[in-house]
């Protein structure tokens, strides 16, 4: 079943030199720009290893991010007009229905411990309803970090502050099957000063000393 289905990952991306602005404080602009770039490097080989993905489709407006992307076998989109981050995935999600996607799914760049397991449990959850909505959250239970959608299109993305409950909602509405994963490696994104000392620590069994 899982081979049969087509389902496209997208990945939207912030121009490489702004990324992970909350970071200013313990990185210089220089760390965070290839701390982004290793970030969507990582994330683009874990799709490309996982069976249950059909392709991998970028949106970025910086040209360097799809460049990168195009050399890991992805396809991209360059945004363009201004920077709004749920109309453009909303334009991905256009496109890969013109493809014949039966389904999408969105995921940052950030997650450091995303595996294809992940991705496989991801695509596993939503059964074979022909409507579903899966979604995971982050660790505060307030963003989206993974969202899953078949049909495309049938729900609008409203990312932001609250958006995972605003997207349940929203599938709710649209009478699909909705499931709400709770998944570690999903939920752990790369924000903040403190994410960093997490991951060591997660990684090591080590405090990170300063």
Same mark, same amino acid.
């Given at each position: 079943? *899982? ?26 602009? +220089? ?53 709004? *981050? $749920? ?8 496109l ?20 294809? +397991?992940?991705i ?24 989206? $970090? ?13 990312y ?23 998944? +570690? ?13 997490? *991951? ?11």
């Amino acid at each position: 079943k *899982l081979d049969r289905m087509s389902v496209w990952v997208v990945v939207p991306v912030k121009p490489l030199n702004v990324a992970k602005s909350r970071l200013t404080d313990v990185l210089t602009s +220089e760390q965070r720009m290839r701390f982004a770039e290793s970030m969507l490097r990582r994330t683009l080989n874990v799709t490309r290893a996982t069976r249950a993905v059909t392709g991998t489709l970028v949106i970025s407006r910086d040209t360097k991010a799809l460049a990168i992307a195009r050399d890991l076998g992805a396809r991209t989109v360059q945004e363009s007009g201004a920077p709004a *981050l $749920n109309p453009a995935l909303m334009r991905a999600t256009q496109l890969l229905a013109s493809w014949r996607s039966e389904s999408v799914l969105i995921l940052p760049a950030d997650l450091p411990l995303l595996t294809p +397991e992940d991705i496989t449990g991801v695509v596993r959850a939503a059964g074979d309803a022909e409507r579903s909505v899966v979604i995971a959250s982050d660790r505060s239970n307030d963003g989206t $970090n993974a969202l899953f959608v078949r049909p495309p299109g049938i729900i609008t993305y409203e990312y932001g502050p609250q958006s995972y409950q605003r997207h349940i909602a929203f599938a709710r509405a649209a009478d699909a099957l909705v499931c709400e994963l709770d998944s +570690e490696n999903l939920q752990f994104d790369l924000d903040l000063p403190q994410d960093i000392v997490d *991951l060591y620590r997660k990684l090591t069994g080590q405090p990170l000393s300063r």
